[in-house]
């Protein structure tokens, strides 16, 4: 699907313009034209980036056929943006889906390309619509009001990350099982990844606050250093987190270690119980003494109670014992 919004110099604006209108709007200095490239095959995006737009060839390669970490090149007449929206899929085996926006910014142009449609983008779109405004404020607005959109809508999904790792620091302390070791991997994979995306992402945004392009409003810088500001808030959370789930995995080792210990202990005392008993039974069980010296007392109801009661005995004084010494 192809979109455009395109407002002229006059102040009229239009929802949608013939292909062989596109390059009379370019010649509008004053104008202003957004194309919105929605899931579009290759065959139709790729002539109308390089022919119409007269891209170049590495930029619209870096556009439609490879994915990239958050980016910026500088062509001159026009930037090259590529940045990240996040989706959390907390069932799926990649807790963090990235979606790539693509972005080539004129002096009075507007070019997003979405491999996959991007909420942030949409709500773009319908907020423009909505309000004119937006359109009047220029070129470098509307990329504000997109990257502004990309960065919000981070923090549900650190959100949801913190309430997770939250209700696993509870269950860790009640019975941890294997699931509880896999949730925590689970979670770090999306924290690294969530990383992985706003480093460079946050060094995107700090050259757009920084200027010193062409087709960049300097007094522009302000906006994307508050985008930038939230970037840095988000990386130091996400920092954070890393951290807390560091604590989560040594506290399952440390619960799982302590039970270890308690069963060890359990079945430790239980063997030194029994260990006597095992003694009494086999010494009194040996029948080497009768061929050599007549001893029928051994055989005897006394023995046979004296053994009985010492084998109930023993156990119990050493358990006394045991606890006396607070082994137990």
């Known amino acids: 699907m192809i979109r455009m919004l395109y407002r002229s110099a006059s102040g009229g604006v239009q929802a949608q313009l013939a292909p062989q209108d596109i390059a009379t709007a370019l010649q509008d200095t004053e104008g202003f034209l957004w194309v919105d490239l929605v899931e579009e095959p290759l065959s139709i995006a790729e002539p109308l980036l390089l022919g119409t737009f007269g891209f170049h060839p590495l930029a619209v390669e870096d556009a439609l056929q490879e994915s990239h970490v958050p980016k910026l090149d500088d062509w001159g007449s026009y930037l090259y943006i590529a940045l990240h929206a996040v989706l959390h ?111 460079p992402q946050r060094e995107v945004l700090n050259r757009l606050a920084r200027g010193g392009y062409a087709v960049i409003d300097p007094h522009m810088g302000i906006f994307f250093r508050d985008v930038y500001d939230h970037l840095v808030r988000m990386y130091d959370i996400t920092e954070s987190l890393r951290d807390l789930l560091t604590g989560a995995l040594d506290t399952y080792l440390s619960v799982v270690n302590n039970r270890m210990n308690e069963i060890m202990k359990v079945l430790t005392i239980v063997s030194t119980l029994i260990l006597p008993l095992t003694f009494i039974s086999g010494f009194f069980g040996m029948n080497f003494f009768q061929p050599v010296i007549a001893l029928d007392a051994w055989t005897g109801r006394a023995a046979f109670a004296a053994t009985v009661a010492l084998m109930a005995l023993v156990p119990l004084g050493m358990y006394l014992w045991m606890r006396r010494r607070a082994w137990m």
């Open 89 to 199: 899929a907390p069932e799926a085996r990649e807790p963090i889906e990235t979606l790539e926006l693509d972005l080539f910014v004129g002096p009075n142009y507007l070019v997003t390309y979405q491999a996959l449609a991007i909420p942030a983008v949409e709500r773009t779109w319908q907020l423009v619509q909505r309000d004119e405004r937006h359109l009047q404020r220029g070129i470098e607005h509307l990329l504000y009001q997109i990257a502004d959109e990309i960065v919000s809508g981070y923090l549900p999904v650190v959100d949801a990350i913190d309430e997770e790792l939250d209700h696993l620091e509870d269950d860790l302390f009640g019975q941890p099982a294997q699931v509880e070791l896999e949730r925590i991997f689970h979670l770090k994979r999306a924290l690294l990844h969530l990383r992985r995306i706003i480093a």
